[in-house]
T-cell receptor, first 112, second 110 residues
């Protein structure tokens, strides 16, 4: 069956450093991957989408890569700030019309 | 632009009671979704709709029903609530790209 997995262990990082999160998928080839941010008690917020024919996507201090050989996406937060502390969700779809499968999320804690 | 709104924000039900969760979006999106989120399990798709008058089952549809009578609204019904349906429910709308989520409904079934 299709699986999408993220590291369940929280990532603790010092302010100013780069946080790197991993998302792995198995048994399918998604057309694209998405990353969302979720704060406690709130709904997820869309951050970035990367398609299977794109190697890298950037938005401000965020960078996403998509390696179809490794079946993996990496999500980077550069120059991290305490305000970046949240849970980050990876989501993928093999369909074209938007049905997503979500990973369980990785919590990021940025300390001053 | 309110985006995606959900009603109610919190609800406590007794086993066997019924209720309807309402989702509304003002972004003219064709697609709408209902998810549940449980600790350690991530978001799981319950039902979805690809347009007004259409609905389809997601990953965990048992015990839930949905209706999409108007494009902007997507209703999730629990006919006979069970403790296993205690969860946080999120509605989302979107298309082939990003999905936009509501603030969630925290439901407890005792």
């Amino acid at each position: 069956s299709q699986k999408i997995e993220q590291n369940s262990e929280a990532l603790n990082i010092q302010e100013g450093k780069t946080a790197t999160l991993t998302c792995n998928y198995t048994n399918y080839s998604p057309a694209y991957l998405q990353w969302y941010r979720q704060d406690p008690g709130r709904g997820p917020v869309f951050l970035l989408l990367i398609r299977e024919n794109e190697k890298e996507k950037r938005k401000e201090r965020l960078k996403v890569t998509f390696d179809t050989t490794l079946k993996q996406s990496l999500f980077h937060i550069t120059a991290s700030q305490p305000a970046d502390s949240a849970t980050y969700l990876c989501a993928s779809s093999g369909d074209s019309w938007g049905k997503l499968q979500f990973g369980a999320g990785t919590q990021v804690v940025v300390t001053p | 632009n309110a985006g995606v709104t959900q009603t109610p924000k919190f609800r406590v039900l007794k086993t066997g009671q019924s209720m309807t969760l309402l989702c509304a979006q003002d972004m003219n999106h064709e697609y709408m979704y209902w998810y549940r989120q449980d600790p350690g399990m991530g978001l799981r798709l319950i039902h979805y709709s690809v347009g007004e008058g259409t609905t389809a089952k997601g990953e965990v549809p048992d015990g839930y029903n949905v209706s999409r009578l108007k494009k902007q609204n997507f209703l999730l019904g629990l006919e006979s609530a069970a403790p296993s349906q205690t969860s946080v429910y999120f509605c989302a709308s979107g298309g082939e790209g990003a999905q936009y989520f509501g603030p969630g409904t925290r439901l407890t079934v005792t």
